[in-house]
Structures are given as structure tokens and as C-alpha cells.
């Protein structure tokens, strides 16, 4: 099944898309890869899940990605005695460690980590920033704060301090134990939340090792300071664009997407932009028009993959807004300027024989009219090289491994098959071609430009360029 676009689609599962004619019907609209949301489920649930994509990778013959989205420190308030108390604009409210329940002057805050950063001047964002609070004095288990947005308190509501480094590692007792069941199940990617600095991805680097590739999301202001150093570590970001925009200013929140974007597309890191991209087909069968340019301004960024989340999961349309999102990124990427905006954020080639290689290879595609670049890849390195450049034909990506196809099925315009190991170059380069004409991506007559690594299946060694016709 061939898509014709660059962009990939992800599709969150949950109580809409759980079914197994679900499932199919969703990758027949345009999903590539799957997020099952460990904040919510079971591991038997996210288990039969996995078994259903699997299937339907099969019947499709399309390696289709999927990723563990681990749920990180949650921060929220305890309970409320008599239930929703308000709390004024103006007023003096208390957090503290007492287990007492709350009530319109105090609420429990069973979190010590947050009174041990917390300084006069802090601000505390409850539920998702509906209530703001101050902080005007603290102590070892309490924090005294005036309110300077009011509003309704209920419940475990969350907690967000946008101006302080937490000391909490990103992965709580139940991430590690739901990753070393993700990673027992085969998965292969893993999402990372509660990213705030670098090291937070050694340490989640030394639990996974070679295992999984690590998606880093970017969702508080402590990483945008670290920005750099955490693409580095990191082997994908997402933007994950509704946390963010809680403890940043909304206004702020555009130019940091294309900034997030940018440093991704340089170091060739896969970027994924999430959160409210067609938030209004939870409920609605088409999006506004505010909400298709919102995807479509993401796609002339060149992203690498644009995600759904409760529009997929738990709206009423989910196989709606993938057909809907597809529809987009193939209108945009057939618009004149498409190619030209994103060549205008191309990164420049890195002084090694491998960069070396795989710029000639675009730029080579361009010269002799090529229909492809075809890769092949032992580790998916020489793949995501030909994807950072944005090449303006399609990448098709051939591996004998399968974990390293569903990889590649997050990363722009790359077709990831699975094909049996070869022993020999010639061997490989008959492959290309009947593997092109096979896929329809070349007839008799068309040229392939064709990137390797030599010896075969040695990682990182990009090293051979051939142009052959089919």
C-alpha cells in the first residue's frame, strides 16, 4: 500500500479505534504509525492492541510504527471535603502535605518536590491554567499563595509550575514498569514525557539501551532552554503542544513549534507535531478551516509526522479525521511553493563521507529526473540521512529487519519494505528495481538513484551511490 505523501500520520488508539475493523479502516485513511496511551488501559489492553496492528500490517503488507507514550509524573491536588469549592481572584489559598481533605482556603498538595523548588513569586498553574496562584511564602510542607486567576477547584486536578526545574526523574515507578513491558511486547519506540533537561534522556537511555529510539516531548519551558542538547539525545521530538501551551504564554507557542521544528530538521532527528489539530472532529465530521491550516502550516514546516490524539481515540470520527488529515498533507504537498519552503530550511551536510553520499544523491535524483532514491539500511541511519534532505522524490527504504521498517514508518517521505538479507551488491541492486516496479514507483525506463552502506548491513557506513535504470 503505497501513500502518496511525505508526511506521516499518527493516530492515538483508545475507546473509538480499539476494534479490529477499526484498526484496518484506519490505516486504509493514512495511518502509519499507532500511539497506545499509557496513561490510560491496561497492559492486556495495550497488548491486544499491538496484536491488532500487527494484523493488520499483515493484511496490508505495510510496516506500520508504534509507540509506548509513557505518562510521566503526574502533579495534581488531592480531594475537597464537600466537593468543587471556588476560589476569588485576590484571595489568599494554602497548598500543604496534610492529608485533610480541602477546602475554599486550602487544599492538599501531596507532593513535597513542589514546596522544596517552590519561592515567593512562583506561579502555580491549576487545571491546565483555568486557576492561577502566586506564591508569597513557603516552607518545607506548605506553600501560603494569592490567587490571581479564580475559578473552580475540584478534585486531582493537575498542577503545573512553568517558572521551576522540578527534581523528579520523568519516569515514575509505573513508567518503568510499563516500559519494560512495552519493550517485552516488541515495541520499538518510546515516548518520554516529562522531559525537562538533557540527562533526563540518559537515564531513560540506560533503562532502553539499543532496544527502543526515544521520543523526547517537548512540553515544558525547562527543555526549550535545553532544546539543543535534548535533540541531541533524544532519536525523535515531539511538540506536544497542549502541555506547552499551558505553562507558556498561547502566543508564544507558534514561533517555538517552527523553532523546535528547525533544530530537529538540522540535527535529522524526526519531529512530530501534536495536540488539537482537529480537535473539533471529536465531536463534528470536518475540522474548521482554522484547524486545516494549522495542519497544513505544520506541513509546509516540514515536519515529519503530524498526530491526532482524542480525535482518534475517544472522538465520534475517527476514521473521519485520519482521512481528513491525509487530505490536507496531500493537498499541501502538491502545492507549487510546497518543495520550495521546505528546501529553504535545509540543513547543510555534515563534512563526513555519508553526508557527502547522501547530499550527491539528492541533488543527483534532481539532474538525471529520478523517480527515487532507494536506501538500504541496516540500522535506518543512511534512511534518515535521505530524509533530512527533503529530497523532492520519494525514499524508498529497503531493510531486512523489521523493527528498524516500523521505525521508519515515523520518518518523512520514506516507504520502509522489509526485504531478505543479500549477499552480494549485484544481488541488491536487482532488488531496487524489482522492488520499484513492484511498489509502482518506477517502470521500464526510469532511473533510481540507489545509497548503501559497504560491507552490507555494516551500520553507518553510507559509502556507495549507483544510478541505475529500471
Not at 484571595?91 to 517552590?118: M, N, T, W, Y
Not at 563534512?351 to 541496516?378: N, S
Request: proline share 6%; charged share 25%; aromatic share 4%.
Amino acid at each position: 500500500m503505497r501513500r502518496n505523501r511525505r508526511t506521516k500520520i499518527v493516530a492515538t488508539l483508545g475507546p473509538s479505534s480499539c476494534s479490529e475493523g477499526v484498526i484496518h479502516r484506519l490505516v486504509e485513511a493514512g495511518a502509519d504509525v499507532f500511539r497506545l496511551n499509557f496513561s490510560h488501559g491496561t497492559h492486556e489492553s495495550h497488548a491486544d492492541l499491538l496484536r491488532l496492528i500487527r494484523a493488520a500490517e499483515g493484511h496490508h503488507r505495510l510496516p506500520l510504527g508504534v509507540f509506548a507514550d509513557l505518562q510521566g509524573p503526574k502533579l495534581r491536588l488531592g480531594t475537597f471535603l464537600n466537593g468543587p469549592v471556588r476560589v476569588d481572584t485576590g484571595a489568599k489559598f494554602r497548598l500543604d502535605l496534610s492529608v485533610e481533605p480541602g477546602d475554599q482556603l486550602r487544599a492538599p498538595l501531596p507532593h513535597p518536590e513542589i514546596f522544596a523548588v517552590c519561592e515567593p513569586g512562583t506561579t502555580l498553574l491549576l487545571d491546565d491554567g483555568k486557576v492561577r496562584l502566586q506564591v508569597v511564602a513557603r516552607g518545607a510542607d506548605f506553600a501560603e499563595t494569592k490567587v490571581l486567576v479564580g475559578g473552580i477547584l475540584s478534585d486531582h486536578k493537575g498542577v503545573n509550575l512553568p517558572d521551576v526545574m522540578l527534581g523528579v526523574s520523568p519516569l515514575t515507578a509505573k513508567d518503568r514498569d510499563d516500559l519494560e513491558f512495552a519493550l517485552g511486547l516488541g515495541i520499538t519506540i518510546v515516548a518520554l514525557s516529562f522531559v525537562q533537561r538533557p540527562e533526563d534522556l540518559v537515564e531513560a537511555r540506560d533503562l532502553i539501551g539499543d532496544r527502543a529510539m526515544i521520543i523526547a516531548k517537548i512540553e515544558k519551558p525547562s527543555a526549550i532552554e535545553h532544546l539543543y542538547k535534548i535533540v541531541d539525545q533524544a532519536d525523535a521530538i515531539m511538540v506536544a503542544r497542549g502541555d506547552l501551551g499551558v505553562e507558556m504564554p498561547p502566543e508564544d507557542v507558534p514561533a517555538l513549534q517552527k523553532r523546535i521544528i528547525r533544530a530537529c530538521r538540522y540535527a535529522g532527528r524526526p519531529v512530530i507535531v501534536a495536540t488539537q489539530m482537529l480537535e473539533s472532529m471529536m465531536v463534528a465530521p470536518a475540522p474548521t478551516r482554522a484547524e486545516a491550516s494549522d495542519v497544513a502550516s505544520a506541513v509546509y514546516e516540514g515536519v515529519d509526522a503530524v498526530m491526532l490524539s482524542g480525535e482518534s481515540a475517544a472522538g465520534r470520527y475517527p476514521i473521519d479525521a485520519v482521512s481528513m488529515m491525509d487530505r490536507i498533507i496531500r493537498r499541501t504537498e502538491r502545492d507549487y511553493p510546497y518543495q520550495r519552503i521546505v528546501d529553504a530550511d535545509r540543513a547543510v551536510p555534515e563534512t563526513t563521507t555519508a553526508d557527502a553520499i547522501t547530499a550527491a544523491a539528492r541533488q543527483v535524483a534532481e539532474t538525471v529526473a529520478a523517480q527515487a532514491i532507494v536506501t538500504f539500511t541496516a540500522s535506518g541511519s543512511t534512511t534518515l540521512r535521505a530524509s533530512r534532505e527533503r529530497p523532492p522524490v520519494p525514499i524508498l527504504a529497503l531493510t531486512p529487519h523489521d523493527r528498524i521498517a516500523r521505525k521508519l514508518a515515523l520518518t518523512w517521505g520514506v516507504h520502509p519494505i522489509t526485504v531478505r538479507r543479500f549477499e552480494a551488491f549485484d544481488e541488491m541492486i536487482a532488488r531496487a528495481v524489482s522492488v520499484a516496479k513492484d511498489e509502482g514507483f518506477a517502470k521500464p525506463g526510469d532511473r533510481l538513484v540507489v545509497t548503501a552502506g559497504l560491507p552490507l548491513e555494516t551500520p553507518g557506513t553510507t559509502n556507495a551511490l549507483h544510478i541505475i535504470t529500471v
